[in-house]
């Protein structure tokens, strides 16, 4: 599925972890793919509520579980600096798609980095 929210299609997710030599662009790869689904996940489900949208972001932070294993297997992880840019780009998320009263700590209630 393409994109259609241009704001959207146009955001460099994860670029302050891409500027980073620390974090794998493999791995930022697959995180940025995980950011993407969302949206368009979003776009196909269209949720019509704040707990429609955190279902989805749920689904979203437990693939980013997931990938802390990529993370460790690349001599990286997801610590400080990672966490608060996949927040600010699942927060980033949700207000492109008009959830601007998205609570940032709920639609990544999931994580366990």
Same mark, same amino acid.
């Given at each position: 599925?393409?994109?259609?929210?241009?704001?959207?299609?146009?955001?460099?997710?994860?670029?302050?972890?891409?500027?980073?030599?620390?974090?794998?662009?493999?791995?930022?790869?697959?995180?940025?793919?995980?950011?993407?689904?969302?949206?368009?996940?979003?776009?196909?489900?269209?949720?019509?509520?704040?707990?429609?949208?955190?279902?989805?972001?749920?689904?979203?932070?437990?693939?980013?579980?997931?990938?802390?294993?990529?993370?460790?297997?690349?001599?990286?992880?997801?610590?400080?600096? $990672?966490?608060?840019?996949?927040?600010?780009?699942?927060?980033?998320?949700?207000?492109?798609?008009?959830?601007?009263? $998205?609570?940032?700590?709920?639609?990544?209630?999931?994580?366990?980095?």
């Amino acid at each position: 599925m393409t994109i259609t929210n241009r704001q959207v299609s146009e955001h460099p997710f994860l670029r302050a972890l891409y500027a980073d030599d620390y974090y794998p662009d493999h791995v930022l790869d697959l995180g940025k793919a995980i950011l993407l689904r969302l949206c368009e996940r979003i776009e196909a489900e269209r949720p019509a509520d704040l707990p429609a949208l955190y279902l989805l972001t749920e689904v979203a932070t437990e693939e980013f579980n997931a990938l802390e294993a990529a993370f460790e297997e690349a001599d990286s992880e997801i610590e400080t600096v $990672a966490r608060e840019e996949i927040a600010e780009d699942f927060w980033f998320v949700a207000t492109a798609y008009g959830f601007a009263d $998205a609570d940032v700590e709920e639609l990544i209630a999931a994580r366990d980095w």
